[in-house]
């Protein structure tokens, strides 16, 4: 246990199995997330070559539909290609027919795979510390790159269409349910809701941090960076949608699309094209940097404290540790570098570490948390660390409007559920998508199956199974703060050998 956290948890019940899925979660977006740095460095690499090389035809890669004519590529029935989707799919991705065709593996692609997994292990390998002083420039830097961006964007003809498309909503969007999935999943990914990583970082603190303060500010600065981007994003759209006479409708996209379909193209329509390429991608990398720095953090935090101390394995080193997970989540990208690999990647995206799982976990939280350790007792707790009483409304939050929006948005998600699609022409196989539950399943089922296996592994009647298992446990090195008429029982010594199983902390 690290000398900041504050260790109280329901002994076992719950707790454990949410941890469990928080790092299955984490451990396969750390996985497949990394992918999206890994193509931005090789964009990065081909941005420092004028022209650059989705702009024209003619290349190897490139098919006898590929055109450089607008208005020939946007006729859908014309079946003709721009040059930036076709770099994006036979270059980049070399995309096959579909999931059963792995095809071979792309050894450039590998170079930038290594050489992204070897940067995010230096720069964390030491801890918090280490990560903590490369964040102030990932983090920091990617501000400036925004501002010179939108100073450029603003500038070019269409901009300001462009940025009231984006300003301007459709309220009769507000109909759709897969418009609250999306936003709902979005919000809970953005914000690591269920991940878990933010309560490993977390645990680093010290007992009296205002944690409370942190999450409004981290909750301020996280959408209203979205929002910020959203102007440089849409300045640039609107430039595009007004050189090719186009809806900028007919320009905008979602997802990967966004980042290596749309803004490349654009970029290729402005002065000093490879100048804006190579800021963009920079940017784009350093972020990602960010996020993968978080899950990697999470998910090797609570390995580290799940090994037992006097084992073998708990005398391993943290550099051991960390470079145990990089070569396992190396290992299973390989499966995404091959022919195939977008397929894969998609695979993981939908299923493994978004939508339905994140809800399920954010649920169960706020269960354990309001229902099963208590909302009061909760709230007495971070005030005994931040020093003053959180306001009541978080209280409501946990016990009722969390977990009603979880419900709400999860039926949504299983009321509409359709075959996965790639770029709605691929419809994945139905072994495909039974792989793809089967990931969801892995994380989701650790809350169900922990509860069984606690409460059948105790002894005694099922209420004392429960009240036993649903007791607080505090750490003896917070005996300080542990208030006199606490129900709470603690932790024995580390030395001491008891019969009752206390688990270690998730």
């Known amino acids: 246990s690290k000398p900041g956290i504050l260790n109280w948890w329901v002994a076992g019940l719950y707790w454990v199995g949410l941890g469990l899925a928080s790092m299955v979660i984490v451990f396969f977006c750390n996985t497949y997330y990394i992918m999206i740095l890994v193509w931005g460095l090789y964009f990065l690499i081909h941005s420092f070559t004028n022209p650059l090389p989705w702009s024209t035809c003619g290349h190897y890669w490139n098919t006898p539909n590929c055109t450089q004519d607008w208005r020939a590529y946007h006729n859908q029935s014309s079946g003709m290609r721009s040059p930036v989707i076709e770099f994006w799919e036979r270059k980049v991705l070399r995309l ?15 170079l930038c795979l290594i050489a992204t997994w ?7 390998w030491k801890g918090v510390k280490s990560t903590g002083k490369v964040v102030y420039f990932t983090a ?7 501002v010179v961006l939108l100073a450029h964007g603003v500038t070019l003809p269409g901009a300001l ?5 984006y300003l301007k909503p459709d309220w009769s969007k507000l109909g759709e349910a897969q418009v609250w999935i999306d936003a709902g999943t979005q919000i809970f990914f953005s914000y690591a809701i269920g991940l878990g990583a933010l309560t490993a970082l977390g645990s680093y603190n010290r007992f009296h941090n205002n944690c ?3 999450a409004f500010v981290l909750a301020l600065i996280n959408s209203g960076t979205s929002f910020f981007a959203g102007f440089v994003v849409f300045s640039v759209l609107g430039f595009m949608a007004a050189e090719q006479g186009v809806d900028i409708s007919k320009v905008a996209e979602s997802g990967p699309g966004l980042a290596f379909i749309a803004y490349p193209k654009a970029v290729t329509l402005m002065p000093f094209a490879p100048l804006w390429a190579a800021l963009f991608f920079f940017m784009l990398l350093l972020l990602g940097l960010d996020s993968q720095f978080v899950g990697v953090e999470g998910l090797i935090t609570g390995i580290m404290d799940m090994l037992p101390p006097k084992s073998v394995l708990g005398s391993l080193r943290r550099e051991v540790v960390a470079a145990i997970c990089c070569v396992i989540c190396f290992l299973i990208d390989l499966s995404m570098v091959t022919e195939g690999g977008m397929y894969v990647f998609q695979l993981f995206d939908y299923y493994s570490a978004s939508g339905i799982t994140l809800l399920w976990q954010a649920f169960w939280e706020c269960v354990v948390i309001a229902w099963v350790y ?25 016990s009722y409007v969390t977990p009603f929006v979880c419900v709400a948005v999860f039926v949504f998600h299983v009321v509409n559920y359709k075959p996965l699609t790639y770029n709605t022409v691929y419809t994945y196989p139905m072994w495909g998508e039974m792989i793809g539950w089967m990931l969801a399943l892995s994380s989701m089922l650790c809350i169900p ?4 296996y606690k409460l059948l592994r ?22 300080e703060y542990l208030a006199p008429e606490s129900e709470a029982k603690l932790l024995p010594p580390a030395e001491t050998k008891s019969t009752l199983c206390f688990e270690s902390v998730i």
Do not use: N
């Not at 096959?96 to 590998?110: A, N, R, T």
């Not at 269409?161 to 498309?165: H, N, P, S």
């Not at 709230?379 to 946990?398: E, N, S, T």
């Not at 199956?449 to 069984?452: C, M, N």
């Open 96 to 110: 096959s027919g579909g999931l059963d065709e792995p095809g071979l593996i792309s050894y450039e692609i590998v």
């Open 118 to 124: 070897v940067l995010v292990y230096f720069c964390m």
């Open 140 to 146: 920091l830097f990617p501000y400036l790159v925004l």
């Open 161 to 165: 269409d462009g940025i009231v498309y």
């Open 212 to 214: 409370y303060q942190d």
């Open 374 to 398: 208590g909302a009061d007792r909760f709230m007495d707790d971070v005030a005994r660390m931040i020093g003053y009483q959180p306001l009541p409304y978080m209280k409501w939050c946990w």
């Open 449 to 452: 199956l922990t509860v069984l």
């Open 458 to 479: 105790c002894k005694g009647s099922l209420r004392e199974r429960w009240q036993h298992l649903t007791t607080p446990v505090w750490g003896r090195h917070h005996l």
